[in-house]
């Protein structure tokens, strides 16, 4: 692996007076996948927004693509991009007026020829890309993030609950768009709930319980690249001693 895009060392958040995350540490290096998974209140999305510059943290160190969020949050997010669970996106903009729409907004211009080819990447047909995404299921949606992503060519990919609500078939789409932009050297963070998704597209997967950190697994060979019953005590809370 090459040096980390994205370091996260000690990092405690506060907030209501306790600690959301507490001391966790993490790297992810150009043309890898993490996954972290956890359960609801593990802290999971409190992280991404800590390395975002949202929130503000209480210890540690936070660098993505050598910025710190809390000194330099636009530079973090124009390095950065970032999957919400729920897209965010105009419901009466088609999905074309959309992503114009943010790349404007990020002052970045992209060719018609380069919008075509992250919509045929996503296998978003040209028919769908011109109606507007209030029409939508969730996989679309998604699907339009994802090729907004793609255009904005970060090396960095913040991913949070992203396979949540798919169907089998928009979530093996969603998994093949992941293990593509792994291919061009993006550092990818998913969070999920989806310990088979994890174990299926991730070069390393961590277990997040009540902010802190627990076991992290390396992928091994094919065909099982995880202990997958490991993984599953784990993060269950109920691995042995």
């Known amino acids: 692996m090459t040096s980390p895009v994205l370091s996260v060392t000690d990092l405690v958040v506060a907030r209501g007076g306790r600690s959301v995350i507490d001391g966790l540490s993490l790297t992810v290096s150009a043309g890898e996948v993490y996954a972290l998974l956890g359960g609801n209140g593990a802290g999971k999305s409190t992280l991404l927004f800590a390395i975002l ?8 160190t936070v660098t993505v693509g050598g910025h710190d969020p809390a ?5 973090v997010r124009r390095v950065a991009a970032y999957l919400p669970e729920n897209v965010a996106l105009y419901d009466h903009l088609t999905a074309v007026e959309n992503v ?7 002052e970045e211009k992209r060719s018609l020829a380069e919008l075509d080819a992250a919509f045929e990447a996503v296998k978003l047909d040209a028919a769908a890309q011109r109606r507007r995404v ?7 949606r998604q699907k339009t993030a994802i090729a907004l992503a793609i255009l904005r060519k970060t090396p960095v990919l913040l991913l949070d609950e992203p396979t949540s609500g798919l169907d089998p078939a928009a979530t093996k789409d969603f998994h093949d768009l992941v293990l593509a932009l792994r291919q061009q050297g993006t550092a990818v963070l998913m969070v999920t709930h989806d310990l088979f998704g994890a174990a299926e597209i991730a070069d390393r997967v961590g277990v997040l319980q009540n902010g ?3 076991r992290t697994w390396s992928a091994g060979p094919e065909p099982q690249r995880f202990d997958i019953q490991a993984l599953h005590r784990s993060y269950a809370g109920r691995e042995e001693a």
């Open 212 to 214: 802190v950190m627990g």
């Open 100 to 106: 114009r729409y943010f790349l404007d907004l990020a």
């Open 71 to 75: 000194v330099a949050p636009d530079e």
């Open 53 to 60: 510059g949202l929130l503000r943290r209480s210890g540690g």
């Open 134 to 140: 209030g029409d939508f299921s969730k996989g679309m």
